[in-house]
């Protein structure tokens, strides 16, 4: 099955850092995706990657940068956390949807709960 | 645009009882519709699917069929357990805005025994 795994459970960073939060996925998928996950608002797409070195903004980018080099690895940057940037991240891969619709179907990991002091 | 609406909760259920949770939906195009489930602690995961009208999706017990002429998506079961105490989120896609989904806000479902 695939697997999606995110590089930490729970972050504590401080207003103005630097944050990186990696992805990895091991099914050579072509999409990934980065979504915020809070309560009462539910999921919202901050960017994703339809292809290596490709980037596309969703619907929340503002404070937010993307890297990915190598397909299996998606990374969501916070240039300088802030505060109203505590949140749970969560990181999703899925094949290419050109492949068909039977092939459409997100794989989650299992998200980085990140708080921002 | 592309949207989806869920029911808000949380939904407090004894065991047994029968669930519906309400999902409605605007599109541009022909939308897949989805049905995810994450459990505490964890990632969401896929509950169900269907990608045209009138298809009926299944797992785990859980149903929900597409309906095109009430933009619907409504999730059932009719007897529910305390492993079902999880957050449940309708979405969509449209294929051809480059495999990018749409989710509703989830709703908490918590079943006492």
């Known amino acids: 099955d695939v697997k999606v795994t995110q590089s930490s459970r729970y972050l504590v960073k401080r207003t103005g850092e630097k944050v990186f939060l990696e992805c990895v996925q091991d099914?050579?998928?072509?999409?990934m995706f980065w979504y915020r996950q809070d309560p009462g608002l539910g999921l919202r797409l901050i960017y994703f990657s339809y292809d290596v070195k490709m980037k596309e903004k969703g619907d929340i980018p503002e404070g937010y940068s993307v890297s990915r080099e190598k397909k299996e690895r998606f990374s969501l940057i916070l240039e300088s956390a802030s505060t109203n940037q505590t949140s749970m991240y969560l990181c999703?891969?899925?094949?290419?949807w050109g492949r068909g619709a039977l092939n459409e179907k997100l794989f989650f990991g299992s998200g980085t709960q990140l708080s921002v002091l | 645009g592309d949207s989806v609406t869920q029911m808000e909760g949380p939904v407090t259920l004894s065991e047994e009882a029968f669930l519906t949770i309400n999902c409605t939906y605007t599109a541009t195009g022909y939308p897949s519709l989805f049905w995810y489930v994450q459990y505490p602690g964890e990632g969401l995961q896929l509950l169900l699917k269907a990608t045209k009208a009138d298809d009926k999706g299944s797992n785990k017990g859980f149903e929900a069929t597409y309906r095109k002429e009430t933009t619907s998506f409504h999730l059932e079961k009719g007897s529910v357990q305390v492993s079902d105490s999880a957050v449940y989120f309708c979405a969509l896609t449209i294929g051809d805005t480059g495999n990018q989904f749409y989710f509703g806000t989830g709703t908490s479902l918590t079943v006492i025994p």
């Open positions: 099914m050579d998928h072509e999409n």
């Open positions: 999703a891969s899925s094949l290419f």
